[in-house]
């Protein structure tokens, strides 16, 4: 077939490897490499940077289970690029460039987020996001096991952190007067939405997974300021009082629904066009 893509089967391994190099420094990391260091050491989970640093945004604890989806999926998909000798739909030799960057700043930012280096991690974590919304753009033609496998979880991967980046930007200001806070929350609710309309709008609807996973962020967000947990942590929230609260919420959940009819009509196309 002349439409098929022939690799260097170093390359898919070098894919596979890079992302078992980063799932092992995310996971050391976030246990204080693997529990060899004590508390107090300088060193903190993920769970303990959000106490730590909690936002108007901080989402749900339940949220983070969607990191297993992202790893599980993409390590499907990864073993399907070493398995396959060729790929249909993507020319993944040309767009590797941005699988790694991404991984290898996802290693970054586990160190960097893991030693409470805030604003270095909230750019490492905006650089992955960038790479991977890339890197779906330039695999926007796939298709088929193509689709499902490869590029459906790099777009959910890609809206996952593209919330978490807004999160760990509205970290940073947790010293800041309520008021930014509040101002700034709004603001990343906003960008949610934008980021995906945008990438609906340029990648089409195989970008449909990216609006799934920031659908599910900003319920989760939403969730959180409804039953409190770890937000509590944050003085902002007790000083934005009800009205700011409330406010908040149900301005989360206007993105949030205006994200998820974007979704359905994202799929519904995607339908049609297959049975067209």
Same mark, same amino acid.
């Given at each position: 077939?002349?439409?098929?893509?022939?690799?260097?089967?170093?390359?898919?391994?070098?894919?596979?490897?890079?992302?078992?190099?980063?799932?092992?420094?995310?996971?050391?990391?976030?246990?204080?490499?693997?529990?060899?260091?004590? #508390?107090?050491?300088? /060193?903190?989970?993920?769970?303990?940077?959000?106490?730590?640093?909690?936002?108007?945004?901080? #989402?749900? &604890?339940?949220?983070?289970?969607?990191?297993?989806?992202?790893? $599980?999926?993409? %390590?499907?998909?990864?073993?399907?690029?070493? @398995? $396959?000798? &060729?790929?249909?739909? =993507?020319?993944?030799?040309?767009?590797?460039?941005?699988?790694? @960057?991404?991984?290898?700043?996802?290693?970054?930012?586990? *160190?960097?987020?893991?030693?409470?280096? +805030? &604003?270095?991690?909230?750019?490492?974590?905006?650089?992955?996001?960038?790479?991977?919304? %890339?890197?779906?753009?330039? +695999?926007?033609?796939?298709?088929?096991?193509?689709?499902?496998?490869?590029?459906? #979880? =790099?777009?959910?991967? @890609?809206?996952?952190?593209?919330?978490?980046?807004?999160?760990?930007?509205?970290?940073?200001?947790?010293?800041?007067?309520? @008021?930014?806070? %509040?101002?700034?929350?709004?603001?990343?609710?906003?960008?949610?939405?934008?980021?995906?309309?945008?990438?609906?709008?340029?990648?089409?609807?195989?970008?449909? #997974?990216?609006?799934?996973?920031?659908? /599910?962020?900003?319920?989760? +967000?939403?969730?959180?300021?409804?039953?409190?947990?770890?937000?509590?942590?944050?003085?902002?929230?007790?000083?934005?009082?009800?009205?700011? &609260?409330?406010?908040?919420?149900? %301005?989360?959940? *206007?993105?949030?629904?205006?994200?998820?009819?974007?979704?359905?009509?994202?799929?519904?196309?995607?339908?049609?066009?297959?049975?067209?």
């Amino acid at each position: 077939m002349e439409d098929t893509f022939d690799y260097l089967n170093g390359y898919d391994l070098a894919s596979l490897a890079v992302f078992l190099l980063q799932a092992l420094v995310v996971q050391a990391a976030n246990t204080r490499l693997c529990n060899l260091l004590s #508390p107090g050491s300088g /060193w903190y989970t993920n769970v303990e940077m959000t106490e730590r640093y909690a936002s108007l945004v901080t #989402p749900a &604890r339940w949220a983070f289970a969607i990191w297993g989806i992202i790893y $599980m999926w993409e %390590l499907i998909g990864m073993a399907y690029l070493c @398995a $396959m000798s &060729r790929l249909d739909t =993507i020319d993944w030799a040309s767009v590797q460039y941005y699988w790694f @960057a991404a991984n290898l700043l996802q290693a970054a930012w586990a *160190i960097l987020y893991s030693t409470a280096c +805030i &604003r270095s991690s909230g750019v490492a974590l905006t650089s992955i996001a960038v790479f991977l919304c %890339l890197l779906g753009y330039m +695999i926007r033609d796939a298709s088929g096991l193509d689709y499902a496998l490869l590029a459906f #979880p =790099i777009w959910l991967h @890609a809206g996952w952190v593209s919330c978490a980046a807004l999160v760990n930007i509205n970290q940073t200001l947790c010293s800041c007067s309520a @008021a930014l806070q %509040l101002a700034a929350a709004s603001t990343s609710a906003f960008l949610a939405f934008g980021v995906t309309v945008d990438a609906l709008y340029f990648a089409g609807a195989g970008a449909l #997974p990216m609006s799934l996973a920031v659908v /599910w962020a900003l319920f989760a +967000i939403r969730y959180e300021l409804l039953f409190p947990a770890m937000v509590q942590h944050s003085k902002a929230y007790a000083e934005i009082g009800e009205v700011g &609260r409330v406010s908040l919420e149900m %301005l989360v959940l *206007i993105f949030a629904l205006c994200v998820g009819i974007g979704a359905v009509t994202s799929f519904a196309f995607l339908v049609y066009t297959a049975f067209a």
